[in-house]
């Protein structure tokens, strides 16, 4: 896979990121671009991943629907036979609803494993079994909810903790096929579908953490960025942790 050895640099890299036309995918796919690669931005809402294709650098959109096999494999097909192959996968797509388990409809907890986790199956499965060589990169986006629970967020929370033992998993048994596979964890971050969460839940979970503020896509990006590179060819199996401390614990005074 020709890329430049510059810090973010992936000029020559074709990387596919699901759930690319909004939020922290959208933030990823455009950094992606920056960085020199071509990005095809795979999305369920076509109309939405032909906006963010439609500015400047290499950029194409598919329509992707992660939970449907014939779906994921028609997609994969069209992205290597556009661009001649795939280096790089960008597992984003995802589902945080936030319903009590004692509210819980069995519809929308399958929902959430459908896209959380069995698209993330789908898709890497996809990915692994097109043609290529040594150094493609598999991304899976976590989320501290995997290691930290959430009221409301069972389904959330046990999906995320299940991509995180997927990704270790993956990085085993693709290790023959020269493919690396790791998570990023965000933290809260800045994005149009966390604009409708409570002000007090919010302002409880930045003061207990280290940094005092949201995340933003672009500081996810960023890890992904480290992840996809080539300097990054001894790190598999890991979880890189991007949320402001939040999991090294809550800061208490001198006891």
């Not at 046990?158 to 990704?167: G, I």
């Amino acid at each position: 896979m020709a890329r430049t050895s510059s810090p973010g640099g992936l000029s020559g890299a074709v990387a596919l990121v699901t759930g690319g036309a909004q939020g922290i995918g959208r933030g990823i796919a455009e950094a992606f671009r920056d960085a020199g690669a071509t990005v095809v931005v795979a999305d369920l809402d076509a109309e939405r991943a032909a906006e963010v294709v439609a500015g400047p650098g290499r950029m194409s959109a598919l329509r992707l629907d992660v939970r449907d096999p014939a779906s994921v494999e028609e997609t994969f097909r069209r992205a290597a036979e556009r661009h001649g192959r795939l280096d790089i996968l960008v597992n984003c797509a995802g589902r945080y609803p936030n319903t009590p388990l004692l509210d819980m409809p069995l519809a929308e907890w399958d929902e959430v494993y459908a896209v959380n986790v069995r698209g993330v199956m789908l898709t890497s499965q996809a990915f692994a079994r097109l043609p290529g060589r040594d150094g493609r990169r598999i991304i899976t986006v976590s989320s501290a909810a995997a290691r930290s629970a959430r009221v409301g967020a069972s389904h959330y929370c046990s999906s995320k903790a299940a991509v995180e033992m997927l990704t270790k998993v993956l990085a085993l048994e693709l290790s023959p096929l020269g493919v690396t596979v790791n998570a990023v964890a965000p933290g809260l971050i800045e994005v149009p579908a966390t604009a409708g969460l409570a002000p007090e839940y919010v302002a409880t979970l930045v003061a207990g953490q280290p940094v005092h503020r949201m995340g933003t896509p672009a500081e996810i990006a960023r890890a992904c960025l480290f992840l996809a590179h080539p300097d990054a060819s001894f790190v598999t199996g890991s979880v890189l942790d991007v949320d402001g401390g939040f999991l090294a614990g809550t800061a208490l005074p001198p006891s």
